[in-house]
């Protein structure tokens, strides 16, 4: 699935958001993720997508990536790089809850238009064995490692995250495709939300990540992402 | 008949003997009212053990458990002493000396296990910093050991809003927030030793022969690795860069008066150094610059044991030095073409080093670096080929060290 600009950044379901810029502390992440959640409600009601009625920072529901909401992890590829590529993120479940479906991922801040997303697929990684986790990789859908024995891919709404947190075996991947767009200001996804379902209850977690293209609109969402 | 009446009267009155007895055992026998422990041994020199703490009163400040020098768990007693803050010691000089104040102390149980609480209210100034930490040691003792645990704590301060919401949060939410395994590891016999080790030979000053309470002899300026950066492919860089009001907790080493040190605990100290080194490709580590310094304690004339600890840092810091792999084994893959890997963190998982602090020269032992991430900390790594990032403890986006591998 293939989306050329902010307003189709609404994956399988989410909603591009136009929060305000705010700076990178927890304070504000949480304002961020908090008028976010308001926002979604709104416009999912418009656009006709799903609709999320909890949102919450990594870390504190039962669908986690990290399990820390104050720190972030960025990639962000130069202008004139060559993609496309897939960005991996770890998701898990905490807290003892029980397996979650994922309904739709989508960014928690949208910048710039130097971007595009490509899709978001699921997959579940036995540690040790075949593949392992991938934080970037080329191509979309990514080309894995293990030709043998490639792990399944499947796409991201729908898809079950099983594996704890606590798990030193098991590791269920949100994989997220990305490439450069036909804008020139760079930019891209502060911030992934990612809408799920848990016993009949519609939840959404905001994840850590930044995944950037460089240029004016990522510089000033997320300095020093790019380097000096 | 008269004799069964003097029977009767002889077994009221045994009666009558027996529960004015057993009134005057129980008496006797009356346990210490909760409120004051009363310790099976007797307390180390510089132990204030008339301070008291009720159950619902003063903080929270550790729990955990005493174990002796094989592993096992023993039974003691543990106290907290309040040492003076940053500013008070920072005007230090060698010859200079205070004494640590007690405000709790408990027995443990049975199976060695304690939790101690201190009252922080009754602190004068000077021990309190600006932030509200107070710098405590945990100092337990049995029959025949002592030992010790540095720690900086961050109670409330009088007037604020309490820590804990509800009185039951209140009795278990310990400031120090992972349990304690405290060995009593010095022998309580070997206080008292006059001669100096070799390497404690030349102080800057040498506490007086009737000391008492804990007094500087002598001050060191010591390295610390506050973060760093590995890389090992062509093509890869890292650089490191943190700005001013970040944190780091240093490891504390105590030695008894005739023998070695070994790390006991750790304090915090803040930094406003900011660092901005420029993209590297090998393997560095970024070091900040720490005063340390090394305190005699003695009780009456005799020399109880030395305590070394972080004082301040300095503000110096100096260019990325050549480091070794650690062998990191939770990774993940990384695309080429440019990419910029970052993390900023204000969590997470702290970068820690068990061997930090560059003392050894010193001591003989390095001590642990634990630097709490500020929110203007970041590792950028650049890729511009494809590669693989490793993580020491976890995966890199959460690891406390990451290496390229």
């Known amino acids: 699935m ?32 908090a008028a976010s959640a308001a926002t979604l409600c709104t416009m999912a009601t418009i656009l006709g997508c799903s609709t999320s009625t909890r949102a919450y920072l990594d870390g504190h529901g039962d669908l986690a990536s990290t399990e820390q909401h104050s720190h972030y992890v ?7 790089a060559k993609g496309p590529w897939t960005f991996g993120y770890r998701l898990c479940t905490r807290n003892h809850a029980p397996a979650v479906t994922v309904i739709s991922v989508g960014p928690t801040k949208a910048v710039g238009d130097g971007y595009r997303v490509l899709g978001a697929l699921g997959r579940h990684v036995t540690l040790g064995v075949g593949d392992g986790p991938i934080g970037s990789i080329d191509g979309y859908p990514p080309i894995l490692g293990n030709p043998q024995h490639p792990d399944a891919l499947a796409p991201a709404n729908g898809f079950t995250v099983s594996a704890r947190c606590s798990d030193q075996t098991k590791y269920d991947e949100l994989l997220v495709g990305w490439d450069t767009g036909s804008g020139h200001a760079g930019g891209g996804w502060v911030g992934i939300n990612v809408t799920y379902r848990e016993n009949g209850h519609v939840h959404t977690v ?23 | 008949m008269v004799h069964r009446s003097k029977f009767r009267i002889l077994r009221r009155r045994t009666a009558s003997a027996a529960v004015t007895i057993g009134v005057v055992i129980g008496l006797i026998c009356q346990p210490a009212a909760a409120a004051t422990p009363h310790a099976a041994a007797s307390p180390p020199p510089l132990v204030d053990t008339s301070v008291t703490v009720g159950s619902s009163s003063g903080e929270l400040v550790a729990d955990g458990t005493l174990f002796n020098n094989d592993g096992q768990a023993v039974k003691g007693a543990v106290a907290v002493l309040a040492w003076p803050n940053e500013q008070f010691l920072k005007s230090m000089k060698p010859g200079d000396s205070f004494v640590p104040r007690t405000i709790g102390w408990i027995e443990t149980d049975q199976r060695g296990n304690f939790a101690v609480r201190g009252d922080f209210s009754q602190l004068p100034p000077g021990y309190r910093a600006s932030n509200g930490q107070v710098d405590v040691v945990l100092r337990a003792w049995s029959d025949d050991f002592v030992g010790d645990q540095s720690m900086s704590v961050s109670p409330p301060t009088p007037g604020s809003i309490p820590l804990a919401s509800s009185a039951t949060e209140k009795a278990t939410k310990a400031l120090h927030s992972d349990p304690v395994r405290l060995t009593v590891r010095q022998s309580r016999a070997s206080a008292g030793a006059q001669v100096l080790p070799s390497e404690k030979a030349t102080p800057d000053a040498t506490a007086s022969s009737f000391c008492n309470g804990i007094t500087l002899i002598r001050t060191w ?17 890292a650089d490191f860069s943190t700005e001013s009001s970040h944190s780091v907790t240093l490891g504390a080493a105590v030695a008894s008066a005739n023998g070695g040190f070994s790390a006991s605990g750790s304090i915090t100290r803040s930094s406003n150094v900011t660092l901005n080194w420029q993209p590297q490709h090998g393997r560095f580590s970024y070091q900040i610059e720490t005063q340390y310094g090394e305190w005699q304690e003695c009780s009456l004339g005799a020399v109880l044991q030395y305590d070394v600890r972080a ?17 990191a084994s939770q990774c993940t893959q990384e695309a080429g073409g440019g990419l910029t890997w970052s993390r900023g963190d204000y969590g997470g998982s702290h970068f820690g080093l068990s061997g930090g602090v560059q003392i050894a020269s010193e001591i003989g032992i390095n001590l642990s670096v634990d630097t709490a991430w500020s929110r203007n900390s970041t590792v950028i790594f650049r890729f511009q080929n494809p590669s693989v990032l490793c993580g020491s403890n976890t995966f890199p986006q959460n690891a406390s060290r990451i290496e390229e591998a």
């Open chain 2, 221 to 237: 300026r010591v390295w610390s690795i506050v973060g760093e950066g590995q890389t090992d492919r062509s093509g890869t860089t």
């Open chain 2, 311 to 327: 004082i301040t840092d300095t503000g110096g810091t100096r260019p990325p030095i050549a480091t070794g792999s650690f062998r």
């Open chain 1, 2 to 33: 293939r989306v050329g600009s902010r307003k189709r950044d609404c994956l399988l379901g989410s909603e591009d958001m136009t929060a305000k810029a705010g700076r990178r502390n927890a304070r504000v992440a949480a304002r961020v993720a």
């Open chain 1, 74 to 80: 960025s990639g962000a590829f130069p202008p004139n």
């Open chain 1, 206 to 228: 905001s994840l850590p990540y930044n995944m950037l293209i460089c240029g004016p609109a990522a510089d000033h969402a997320v300095p020093g992402a790019c380097g000096d």
